[in-house]
Structure formats: C-alpha cells, structure tokens
C-alpha cells in the first residue's frame, strides 16, 4: 500500500470517528474521552504518513493545538461549550493546517448558529420552558466531514 492510499485511508478513520462524535452527541450530550483520545493519537500516525517534518511542521500542529485548547478552554469556563467540544476540537486541530482549520472553525460557526436556531423554533413549537442544549458536536462534527470530503476528493485525484 502506498503512502497516499494510506492517508486517504486515515482520514476515512477520521471521517468515522465524526460521524460517532456526531451521534452520541446527540443521543447523550456528550463525546467520550475515549473517542477524543483516538483522534488525537491519529494525528501522529498521520503526520508520519504525510512525511511531516518535526520542525518546524509537527511542532506547529502541536502548537495550534494548544492554542485551540486554550481558547475554548475560557468557552467552556463561562458555560458556553462542552468540555467533550474542547477536547474534540483540539484533537482536530492535531490534524488541519492552520488555514484549513480555520475554515472548519468557520463552517462550524454557521452550522452550529443553524442548529442553534433549529432548536429554538423546535423548543418554541413544542412549547417547552426548559433550557437549550445544544449538541454542538455535531457542528463540529460536520465541519470537520466537511473539510475532509475537500480534502479527500484532491487526494483521489492524485491516488485513482
């Protein structure tokens, strides 16, 4: 097998394991540390597949980690995320360039304002007084299948 089909085959995995993040978000308000954990320990598999340099490359995605971490960190401090929607989105950004993160933070951001007012017009039609709690997972989750259907239709170029 060679290296190309291999990280097509890595970001199927990762594509999985969105789609799992996605319907446990759903069905439980929460994504395991299990799940978090397995896409962040793919991300190195990752990285060597893809010829990654140490320096300056896999410190920068090490790096933007951090950063992610500690950003949404101060989100889920005031309640306005998830402690599994942090982990998950540091594991991601293991993952993404810079830029191609944040074009998934972006997407994240639209469809999470969707699921968002989705589930206000439903709370508002069921007529319920109880709080929202929005799944954000599965934002996260779709704009992360979002950038690797990208990502996977160039590298099918390259690999068929």
């Known amino acids: 097998m060679n290296s190309e089909t291999f990280i097509y085959l890595l970001w199927i995995g990762l594509a999985i394991a969105l789609i799992v993040a996605a319907i446990t978000d759903l069905k439980s308000r929460k994504i395991s540390n ?18 990654m340099a ?3 490359d896999m410190a920068i995605q090490i790096g933007l980690a951090a950063i992610i ?12 995320m998830g402690g599994g929607d942090v982990k998950l989105l540091t594991a991601l950004a293991l993952w993404f360039d810079w830029l191609t ?9 639209i469809a999470g304002g969707v699921l968002t007012l989705l589930m206000m017009i439903s ?38």
């Open 34 to 51: 299990r799940l978090n954990l397995v896409i962040a320990m793919g991300a190195p598999i990752f990285w060597i597949a893809s010829d």
């Open 54 to 56: 140490a320096w300056p």
């Open 69 to 80: 971490f500690t950003i949404f960190t101060g989100l889920f401090a005031i309640g306005a």
């Open 101 to 109: 993160f944040i074009e998934l933070l972006v997407i994240m951001s």
């Open 123 to 160: 709370k508002k039609i069921r007529k319920k007084d109880a709080p929202i709690k929005v799944p954000y997972g599965v934002a996260i989750a779709f704009s992360g299948l979002w950038v690797i259907w990208d990502i996977m239709i160039n590298l099918s170029q390259t690999i068929f």
